[in-house]
């Protein structure tokens, strides 16, 4: 290699390097951004999970929202969420398309227990109690399943269930949840 | 009047006010509430405010939520809300047309002051800054403005101008507002 490609190759590296450091700080700064923004321009991403489409449409590691965050999901045909619970509230608008939402009303016992099941459809709305374990499920295999959910105090808390009858105290904590985890570390504003 | 049809009268009277009561204590009663439920079979109304629909989606004194609160509101062509600002946080997401947010983000002073204005539109969605005064207005000749509306820190509490200029201290509070009025004083469920 003689010396000019070599400076070319690092001077490239460091273009790409600085280009993603600087990508990287818009999407996680609060700097900046508009008032009122475009839905259809946020960017969507499955998050590692398969079926998945999530856009944080308000958020507060994103936006810097206090006390609630809004998402807009949608669960492809077969997809759907963890079993889980959170200590906030939780309200679902369904957008489009059908499914099944799975809730242990009765978390009083050491585990979620059996869970009660409740058909959601479009133009429907069901709030989740705080802590409930719950779960929602696109079981119609033709439609996407579209929702906007609004959540209290954010950003959330996650205890994760790999069966209904996982005792709470083994249920697992994820914190930064998944749409968290870019932005939540980041530097911030002021500093 | 015979005395059977003095009878008669007495019993419809009775019924009547017999079913008025027990419709409103449906309506206002959180308990038998299904957890998902079809907004299309919700009632609108328009609280006496012209070209206003308003539906309580997930409401405090109506479902008995505690720290959020979702309507979805639709304002036809020309119709717009009061000038005022609450102490909550605030999320639109519009669902159909277009129309103007008025903002004043400077809100700082002894009044509101001269607000900024932005285009709002199908698929967009803005927050309010807690205490800003803002108005959100159909512009659009045409169309309805449907938006679905999130706060926190239910249920609100709002304090209404009669003009961009009118000192803060003047503002009207609204409490409670229009669509928990019929609700609010009603006996609680435990009484």
Request: some cysteine; aromatic content about 10%.
């Amino acid at each position: 290699m003689t010396k000019s490609s070599l400076f070319s190759s690092l001077l490239l590296i460091f273009v790409l390097i600085s280009s993603s450091t600087s990508s990287k700080a818009s999407i996680c700064s609060k700097n900046g951004i508009p008032l009122v923004r475009n839905i259809s321009e946020l960017p969507p991403s499955d998050y590692g999970r398969g079926g998945l489409s999530h856009i944080t449409v308000a958020g507060s590691v994103l936006h810097g929202m206090k006390e609630v965050e809004i998402w807009l999901q949608t669960f492809s045909p077969g997809s759907r969420t963890p079993i889980h619970r959170h200590s906030c509230e939780e309200v679902f608008v369904v957008l489009k398309g059908s499914g099944t939402l799975l809730i242990a009303s009765n978390s009083h016992e050491k585990h979620p227990g059996k869970p009660q099941e409740f058909r959601i459809f479009s133009n429907s709305t069901f709030h989740i109690p705080m802590n409930d374990a719950h779960q929602v499920w696109n079981t119609n295999a033709n439609d996407d399943l579209q929702v906007l959910v609004v959540i209290s105090r954010p950003p959330v808390k996650v205890f994760m269930y790999e069966d209904w009858f996982m005792p709470h105290t083994a249920a697992k904590l994820k914190y930064p949840y998944y749409w968290d985890e870019d932005c939540f570390y980041s530097p911030k504003d002021e500093l």
